[in-house]
């Protein structure tokens, strides 16, 4: 029947071998170090025995915990900060037709996505020492600050494209019945881009939660995350302690990437 | 002013864009649409009708002119500060509002107690008979509900005038005749102006107590349905509204010299030189060979009621007569035949 058959992509030549390479690639180091993480031992490569060992001695350390806490106080504030900001961003861009310098800024909104992170991090150091001197202020601020600012791509992606695939009319709607700007945006903008926005924090969330660049250069004396501080200890000796941590962090980014998958499904 | 006028739009223009890619999406419009009645703007896509309700909904500002509501000068009121309300051709319903609160929306707007708003809404909701789909979500509905829902939430601010753009087009027939009736009982028991958009020239002709009709952004004529169709002003019209035929012509003595050569006898009020006349399929009447005009069936359509006949005149123009399928007369194709116009219901427009 279907004489000239669509392109499929699985019938080239080393189709199945190219993708079972990536797929090992992607994913060998990541099951060895969760498979090493319940290692009763003391070696991140030699098995000593099935063990929970070093999942109690990192959440009994100290230093964990308040790298950990530190972590998620930052995510969470560099998520609201920066899905408040690519919110307004998306519906400035997206919701007034073509204007001048449109494209400049796009680019100028997702500059974190393309300058290299080592300049940023460069950058706001210098930025932040001086600024530091100037005021004495040495606390969580400027981490969250940082986060919040390269966190802002991650979350306009989605909010964008949820602005883009929204009706216009329903605004015109609500402006023919009555509601003011800021009724339409709360009563209808608002709720319609709900999902988009959740998916947009929880993007932003995993960004920060995981950086270590930006975080390792702006950080003060004892402003570890749970990122510097794994970096902090691989420089020592390297326990399967390390693997307990990562797994955590791993099964945490994984709930909220299954949270992501079932908002954005249910649009609409 | 006059305040029997609902709407008055004076001299308005809407051009997009500026230079030589200026485009007018309305030239010069003037029009008074009275309180109370049913005035439907009937055109082709693109013959600015929308951009017409849209400047009277505030949702385009007019280049130049003003609109006036009862008198007012709104030329400039943002559309949320206009008495106004508009049933949208795709609805536009609020998607994660129930039936309830997309109808209880305006009135929550302009601020009435929820207590005011729930009786409201479930009058309204009374009167397009859905009171049993409150609580329901618009996708939860089919068409013709969600139309009614569209519908129940622009007459629940009771609003001046009621625009409604295009609103059956999404319809299927029998859903679209019913609404037609719908629409003119609402609109009687309402007593709200209604100004109607659509490009279908039926559903104006039943429904509407006036129509303008218009074109390339100009209004080409306004009146009731009848003088529309019957008395059209020019040739854009006579062939928008109903099927009309077209035979060009010279003023020669009483009558008009067409094409074949015949010369037939037309109302004329002191018209000279070329005319078109314009002809409906039914006042064409075709007779026996030596009567009229010569002419030759060469093809024919059975319609139920009616049979529409193709017929060639002398030079091969072609035009269609509608005769009733019971009116005795046996015509096969390839007959010559003699066809006589009714003159008084012939319509002589300038060429």
């Not at chain 2, 929306?105 to 009374?126: D, I, S, T, Y």
């Not at chain 2, 859903?175 to 009736?181: A, V």
Request: aromatic residues 8%; neutral net charge; charged residues 15%.
């Amino acid at each position: 029947m279907a004489r000239a058959r669509s392109f499929d992509v699985t019938t080239l030549p080393g189709f199945a071998i190219t993708a079972i390479l990536a797929f090992v690639l992607l994913y060998a180091p990541i099951i060895t170090l969760v498979f090493y993480s319940f290692n009763g031992g003391n070696s991140v490569n030699q098995w000593g025995g099935l063990s929970l060992k070093w999942y109690a001695i990192a959440a009994q350390n100290e230093a964990v915990q308040q790298a950990a806490l530190r972590s998620l106080i930052i995510a969470l504030w560099a998520a609201v900060i920066a899905t408040a900001v690519a919110t307004m961003a998306a519906l400035g861009t997206t919701r007034r037709g073509k204007f001048k310098g449109q494209t400049f800024i796009y680019i100028v909104i997702n500059q974190p996505l393309m300058v290299p992170e080592i300049v940023t991090a460069v950058a706001l150091l210098i930025f932040f020492s001086s600024v530091k001197i100037a005021t004495g202020y040495s606390g969580l601020g400027y981490l969250i600050l940082a986060h919040s600012a390269f966190c802002v791509p991650f979350a306009y992606l989605p909010i964008k494209a949820r602005v883009e695939g929204m009706d216009t009319s329903m605004e015109t709607a609500a402006a023919d019945l009555y509601a003011t700007s800021w009724n339409t945006f709360r009563f209808i903008t608002l709720p319609l881009l709900l999902p988009g926005i959740i998916a947009g924090a929880m993007l932003a969330f995993i960004t920060s939660l995981d950086n270590v660049i930006i975080t390792e250069f702006v950080k003060s004396a004892g402003q570890d995350t749970l990122p510097t501080y794994m970096l902090g200890q691989l420089r020592r000796a390297m326990t399967p302690e390390v693997n307990a941590i990562s797994t955590a962090l791993l099964a945490l980014t994984v709930l909220i990437l299954i949270i992501f998958y079932f908002v954005t499904k249910k649009r609409d | 002013m006059k305040t029997d006028h609902a709407i008055d739009a004076c001299n308005v223009s809407k051009i997009y864009g500026a230079g030589a890619r200026a485009v007018t999406a309305l030239g010069d419009v003037s029009i008074g649409i009275k309180q109370g009645e049913f005035f439907t703007l009937l055109g082709p896509s693109g013959c600015g009708k929308t951009t017409l309700l849209r400047c009277i909904a505030g949702f385009e500002t007019p280049t130049s002119g003003t609109i006036l509501l009862f008198g007012r000068d709104i030329t400039h009121t943002p559309p949320n500060q206009r008495p106004v309300n508009t049933v949208f051709q795709s609805y536009a319903l609020f998607p994660h509002l129930s039936v309830a609160q997309n109808v209880g929306f305006g009135l929550k707007m302009q601020g009435k107690p929820a207590a005011e708003v729930a009786q409201e809404v479930e009058r309204v909701l009374a009167l397009v008979k859905l009171e049993d789909f409150a609580d329901r979500l618009p996708q939860q509905l089919s068409g013709g509900q969600q139309q009614r829902v569209a519908l129940a939430r622009a007459l629940a601010p009771k609003p001046e005038v009621l625009l409604l753009d295009e609103p059956l087009s999404a319809l299927d027939l029998k859903l679209r005749k019913e609404m037609q009736s719908e629409l003119k009982r609402l609109q009687t028991e309402t007593g709200i102006t209604f100004i109607f958009v659509t490009h279908d020239q039926e559903e104006a002709l039943t429904m509407s107590d006036r129509i303008g009709v218009m074109s390339a952004g100009a209004l080409m004529q306004v009146g009731p349905p009848r003088e529309i169709y019957d008395h059209p002003v020019n040739r854009f019209v006579a062939d928008f509204i109903g099927e009309t035929n077209f035979l060009v012509g010279q003023v020669d003595g009483q009558g008009l010299r067409i094409g074949s050569g015949d010369v037939i006898a037309v109302p004329l009020n002191g018209q000279t030189g070329e005319v078109t006349l314009a002809v409906r399929p039914e006042q064409i009447n075709i007779g026996p060979a030596g009567t009229g005009v010569a002419a030759k069936i060469i093809d024919m359509t059975y319609l139920g009621t009616d049979t529409h006949y193709t017929v060639a005149l002398g030079d091969a123009s072609t035009l269609v007569a509608r005769v009733q399928s019971n009116s005795g007369a046996s015509l096969s194709v390839g007959d010559s035949v003699g066809i006589t116009f009714d003159a008084k219901a012939v319509q002589v427009l300038a060429s």
